[in-house]
């Protein structure tokens, strides 16, 4: 899947990519290039279908708007599109991500309240509820549905439940979990959802989409605080002219079809989800026979990436277990949590169980190399886990 000298790279993207979907960013294309609108036009279709709604009804109830950037743009063009300047966001956090959506609202100028949860426990329906009741002045809820930080997924089914039923609206970031992991719009209401062409659907860096409601799209206009990042009028300009208003990434875009093509053909979301999840519990049962434990309980551990705790031995350091585990080929993620010393392995990507096995073979040989007998934790941090599981 790809090059002997490449690196894999064990991260919730940018990620490993088909020798195809290089190759496809061979050619240059004209942003103007009735070819070009052609590929931009394909790609909105296939994203809504996955989505679930159907990409050729003009009547459908859902646009998909692609914007330059990576996906933290996309994320701060919905906040800032869709949350009015009198709005009033409720932050579901429980990691690094959900912390960055409320710093954005925070810049934006827009009103928010953040529900954290910490690192290892989502925010539950009753939760939700209990907040909405409490403040009748919330107006969004936004969560991240994979949480990338920890590895956490989490229940944005039932979280879209009691947001609706509280006549609330929900904004959801499912950039490292769309494609791989269910997200249709027909049986989970949301305002508007984001993600990234270089996360599941498994292209390169260069653009994110956001998948809204062509009724919140057009109710958007003049809410936001910036030209480049203004949804309404990156979706009124493609459906008027076929193009993005200003330079397109050609080449990333080229790479998606590609991607999107290779994607059809493994089965779409539910043949990808099968890999993942198969690539997530070989590369989770190796590690745990050589001592090392997952963060989180198997609840709420995702196919997307996994967070293991470091090591409680005096020769582990991550720096040099990083820089062994990239001399046998792998490139991995270090910790982004505060409350624990940790580092991170991602399942994604165009990689399979074969490999995971051989990723699980070079954490063997770089705890050798340091001189550590095993991956286990120190039992205070396990003790941690199991008391908020409880």
Not at 111 to 126: C, I, K, M, N, S
Not at 142 to 148: D, F, S
Not at 284 to 303: H, K, N, Q
């Amino acid at each position: 899947m790809t090059t002997a000298a490449d690196p894999y790279l064990l991260t919730p993207g940018p990620l490993t990519t088909a020798a195809t979907t290089k190759a496809a960013m061979l050619r240059d294309w004209g942003s103007w290039d009735a070819d070009f609108r052609a590929m931009t036009a394909h790609l909105r279709r296939a994203l809504l279908e996955i989505a679930g709604c159907d990409g050729d009804d003009a009547n459908g109830e859902y646009d998909c708007v692609p914007l330059q950037g990576s996906g933290s743009y996309c994320v701060e063009a919905m906040l800032g599109s869709f949350v009015p300047r009198d709005g009033h966001a409720l932050v579901l956090a429980n990691g690094a991500y959900g912390k960055r959506i409320a710093t954005t609202l925070r810049y934006l100028g827009r009103r928010h309240t953040v529900h954290d949860t910490g690192d290892y426990l989502p925010a539950r329906a009753a939760d939700v509820e209990r907040l909405l009741v409490e403040r009748a002045d919330i107006t969004h809820v936004v969560v991240v549905h994979c949480e990338t930080s920890s590895g956490i997924l989490n229940p944005v089914e039932e979280i879209a439940a009691v947001t609706a039923r509280h006549g609330r609206r929900l904004l959801i970031d499912s950039m490292s979990a769309f494609g791989a992991v269910p997200l249709d719009v027909r049986t989970l209401p949301c305002e508007a959802f984001v993600s990234s062409a270089n996360k599941c659907i498994e292209g390169v860096p260069g653009f994110g989409f956001v998948v809204a409601k062509k009724a919140a799209l057009a109710a958007a206009k003049g809410n936001s605080h910036s030209l480049a990042l203004d949804l309404h009028d990156q979706w009124d300009a493609m459906n008027r002219t076929g193009q993005w208003r200003f330079t397109p990434p050609t080449h990333a875009v080229a790479a998606f079809i590609e991607a999107l093509r290779l994607y059809k053909a493994e089965g779409g979301q539910p043949g990808r989800l099968a890999r993942y999840t198969r690539n997530r519990d070989v590369m989770v049962d190796g590690m745990r026979a050589l001592g090392f434990e997952p963060l989180l309980t198997e609840a709420w551990r995702s196919p997307i990436i996994v967070t293991f705790f470091s090591p409680d031995h005096p020769g582990f350091s991550f720096e040099r277990f990083y820089e062994l585990m990239k001399e046998q080929g792998f490139i991995i993620y270090p910790g982004k949590l505060t409350s624990v010393e940790s580092f991170r392995i991602g399942c994604i990507g165009a990689l399979d169980e074969a490999v995971m096995r051989r990723v699980v073979q070079a954490c063997g040989a770089a705890l050798s190399t340091l001189g550590v007998p095993s991956g286990a934790p120190a039992h205070v941090a396990l003790e941690a886990r199991e008391a908020l599981a409880a």
